[in-house]
């Protein structure tokens, strides 16, 4: 073990991490090799009972005049580590064009500067990026000087080990691609190890929201800081309905002690995932949209105990299986007594992971209200369409490409896409929409309505 310990060393040390750095990932590997026999016991996972997750309606309105008091005490964080890889971009995800010309970044300070304006509140935004977003992002929030105050903190970066050996990999085979941003549960250890926590407490900052760059839906919810400040609660998570679209998501069980923990896919044994994934069963996941008060969380990184279940992320690279530990940052729920479950309307979770989902926001089932994203009154039906588009559309450059303008969506409810299809200008979808183009190419023209219709094989326009 000690040998492994000084490739880990090594590897990390050409990499220049610090020695905070180098002990922190010594801690995740020493409680990954202590749990990895460890098998978690199905029988004893229970699902919360409905009086320990918070109906967000039951929430208390927010008196108008105690908003400015509560937002002073307020920061936001966005985990920004993600690149734009998966829509066929170079750079960080939240660069990305998704609205009216905007991009996620675009949207996330316009939302908090329209809130500040508001209210002559200060809230400022927090950005915790990664080794592979941190130099582009500096690069982007020079635009917005003068705008709100904005911090920055770079996560860890940690060695990918093999699967085989749990050795590090060769850095002369791999170059950067050794090394790893751990997941969203890093943001603990690296807002205090940069600092950056200090430097909030130290301005007056008491809570923290928290949410996915990519998450458009996320947005400051006034009733939820209210409830945090009114129960003294140390932790929220926001927690809403599964869909279709959501049975991987992580979602809350009930330990021995009653108390609620987060169980993410990547810790379900292979027997039990299809149960796992049931909408009957589990029926809320986590929006990963997180309230904390940031005094209790430095008491607890303080004294050590604050304790993230280990995550063993499978991948291939270059065909040789790996593996990444890393931590999700809603496994904080179990360690702060008193933590509390919301369940909240699925607006607030709007995830863009790929052009699927850009289509969703693009049209006209989203409009934006002083910076925040709300579904469109007009939708007469609940939920929110299942979209599946098809390889051709998977970069934005090609999902641009193949859409003049973005279809009205108001009425639909499925959209599937199979093959080379170009949509026209001014189009409408409605109800359940698959077109499956085997050969050739299908061009919906300009104009066009679609109403439940299933059309596959070689398609002619004369068939619309």
């Known amino acids: 073990m000690t040998n492994v310990f000084k490739q880990i060393e090594k590897i990390m040390n050409d990499q220049d991490s610090t020695p905070d750095q180098i002990e922190q990932f010594g801690e995740l590997y020493n409680r990954f090799l202590s749990s990895k026999d460890h098998k978690i016991d199905w029988n004893k996972i229970d699902t919360p009972s409905s009086d320990s997750i918070l109906d967000y309606e039951s929430l208390d309105e927010v008196d108008e005049k105690t908003i400015p008091a509560l937002l002073s005490e307020l920061t936001v964080c966005r985990l920004n580590g993600g690149l734009g890889t998966s829509m066929g971009c170079v750079g960080p995800k939240s660069a990305i064009e998704v609205k009216n010309g905007l991009s996620f970044l675009d949207l996330i300070v316009d939302q908090i500067q329209t809130l500040n304006q508001k209210y002559g509140s200060s809230v400022p935004l927090v950005l915790m990026n990664s080794f592979n977003t941190d130099q582009d992002t500096q690069k982007i929030i020079g635009k917005y000087n003068g705008m709100l105050p904005i911090y920055t903190f770079q996560q860890n970066r940690f060695p990918r080990l093999r699967n085989d050996s749990l050795l590090p990999l060769s ?93 993410e896919l990547a ?68 360690n702060f007594e008193g ?108 104009n066009s309505l679609l109403e439940n219709k299933v059309l596959t094989g070689s398609i002619q326009v004369g068939e619309l």
Request: proline letters at 4%; hydrophobic letters at 40%.
């Open 267 to 334: 810790q379900v044994p292979k027997d039990y995932v299809e149960e796992f994934k049931s909408i009957k069963k589990f029926k809320m996941f986590n929006t990963n949209n997180i309230w904390i008060n940031l005094q209790e969380l430095k008491k607890k990184l303080q004294n050590n105990t604050l304790h993230l279940d280990v995550i063993v992320n499978k991948k291939n690279l270059d065909q040789l299986p790996i593996i990444q530990l890393e931590t999700a940052i809603g496994s904080g729920i179990n």
């Open 339 to 446: 933590s509390l479950a919301v369940k909240v309307p699925r607006v607030r979770f709007v995830p863009i992971k790929k052009t699927d989902d850009l289509l969703l926001v693009q049209s006209n089932l989203f409009v934006f209200e002083n910076g925040v994203l709300m579904k469109n009154p007009d939708r007469q039906f609940g939920g929110i369409p299942l979209i599946r588009l098809g390889d051709q559309f998977q970069s934005v450059e090609a999902y641009q490409e193949r859409f003049k303008s973005i279809p009205d969506i108001l009425e639909l409810d499925l959209l599937t896409v199979v093959g080379n299809v170009y949509f026209g200008k001014d189009i409408t979808l409605r109800g359940n929409v698959i077109l499956v183009c085997e050969r050739g190419e299908l061009h919906i023209p300009d």
């Open 171 to 263: 850095k002369q085979r791999f170059g950067n691609r050794c090394s790893y941003p751990p997941g969203h549960g890093d943001f603990y250890q690296s807002i205090m190890r940069t600092g950056v926590l200090d430097q909030l407490i130290k301005a007056g900052k008491k809570y923290m929201f928290i949410a996915n760059a990519d998450n458009l839906g996320a947005s400051v919810d006034l009733r939820i800081l209210n409830q945090m400040k009114k129960t003294g609660a140390p932790f929220i998570m926001e927690v809403t309905e599964k869909s279709r679209a959501d049975v991987k998501g992580g979602t809350l069980i009930r330990t021995q002690n009653r108390s609620l923990r987060l169980l």
